[in-house]
Every structure is written in C-alpha cells, then in structure tokens.
C-alpha cells in the first residue's frame, strides 16, 4: 500500500514536502506519479518519476514542484515552493502499471494554501 | 492540454446498463490505446477498474467494459448495482508525456 504524510496549512508562497512511503511494494523498479483533487473538482495529474530518473511536470506546476524519491526506504516525495491558493487539494501518489495506467493509490494528503 | 469531456452526471435503475463518454483527441485518446478509468466514492482514493480501453485489473466485476472509437473511449457498467454509485474518471496518456483526465461522471443509481 502507499501511504502519504506531510499534508497541511500553509500560507502562499511557502514550501511543503510531501511523501508516500510504500510497503508491501517496491517503487524501486518503477514509475510513479502524483496527482491532486482540489475540494469538490475532479483529478489532474501533477508529476511522474520514471525508475531512470526522468521526470515530467504539468504545466501548472512546472518550476515549482519537483518529484524525487528515496530507493532506500521505499518513498516518493514532492516538494512544493511558491505555493499558490490554486495548489490546496488532496494530494494521491499511485505505482505505475499496465499501459500507463495507475494502480494503487494512496488515501492522499490534504495541502491547503491560504493566508 | 485540456481535461477530456465526460458528462457530468448518468442515472439508472438497479440491473439496467449505461455507458459514460470521454472525448478527446488526436493527441490523447485518438493517437494511444492507454486509457484508464477510475472509479470513486465519496472521501476515498480513485480505483483503476479499466485499463488498455478495455482490460480489466484482477478483482474488478466484469460487469464494467470499456471500449474506444477514434478520439472517444467510453465504459460500460451492466447490471447496475448500488455499490457502483460513485464518481468515474477517465484518464490518457498523451503526446507530451503527460496524462490528462476528464471531468469526472457522477453515476447515480435511482
């Protein structure tokens, strides 16, 4: 299962990391993704780390989010700066699967951006 | 990139059938066979139910089946059950090497 921590209360313009630490699964050998659900909208896709290391960023966080992960003890982080009102929503990560599909996902984590 | 179109809302009694749209275009759904659908309740994680247009993952009913025509994919739930109430999500991999979703469906089972 993926489980992410990290979420919370942040002010706009300020930084936050989140993380999905993963078990009974190794990320090790696979790509993995963020995505948010800002309060009562649908879902977007944020980031993707491929197990080489390449990472791909949508447009509205580009510059601003960057993805990595820690092979060590089996967890994805996101780091978010200049945090914007537009980012609050619940953050999922999920494994990559068949035919860039993503499954499982973890319960999320809830980021809101506000003064 | 822009969200794919999903209605907003389908309804139908228990045991009927109803399918759910999602149209894009010749950059996502047109140009790739990886569409995924997502099912979701209420304060929950999203759950693949169909992957490669129509494949589904173990454990998921074979009541749900997904096809594609051109730039529109679509999933079909049979046998209407209570349980599948839930919000829907169709998801593309694209030519940018991103994933785009559509807006989401919100099934209602009358």
């Known amino acids: 299962q993926l489980v992410e921590s990290g979420g919370g209360l942040m002010q706009p313009g300020g930084s936050l990391t989140l993380a999905c630490a993963a078990s009974?699964?190794?990320?090790?050998?696979?790509?993995m993704s963020w995505f948010r659900q800002p309060p009562g909208k649908g879902l977007e896709w944020v980031s993707v780390?491929?197990?080489?290391?390449?990472?791909h960023y949508a447009d509205s966080v580009k510059g601003r989010f960057f993805i990595s992960r820690d092979k060590s003890n089996n967890t994805l982080y996101l780091q978010m700066n200049g945090l914007r009102a537009e980012d609050t929503a619940v953050y999922f990560c999920?494994?990559?699967?068949?035919?860039?599909?993503?499954?499982?996902w973890g319960q999320g984590a809830l980021v809101t951006v506000s003064s | 990139q822009s969200a794919l179109a999903q209605p907003a809302s389908v309804s139908g009694s228990p045991g009927q059938s109803l399918t759910i749209s999602c149209t894009g275009t010749?950059?996502?759904?047109?140009?790739?066979?990886?569409v995924s659908w997502y099912q979701q309740h209420p304060g929950k994680a999203p759950q693949l139910v169909i992957y490669?247009?129509?494949d589904r993952p173990s454990g998921v009913s074979d009541r749900f089946s997904g096809s594609k025509s051109g730039d529109t994919a679509s999933l079909t739930i049979s046998g209407l059950q209570a349980e599948d109430e839930a919000d829907y999500y169709c998801?593309?991999?694209?030519?940018?090497?991103?994933?785009?979703f559509g807006g989401g469906t919100k099934v209602t089972v009358l």
């Open positions: 009974g699964l190794s990320i090790r050998n696979s790509y």
């Open positions: 999920a494994k990559g699967g068949a035919r860039n599909s993503w499954t499982p």
């Open positions: 780390l491929y197990s080489g290391g390449i990472a």
């Open positions: 490669d247009i129509r």
């Open positions: 010749s950059s996502d759904i047109g140009r790739y066979n990886d």
């Open positions: 998801c593309s991999y694209t030519s940018d090497s991103t994933w785009v």
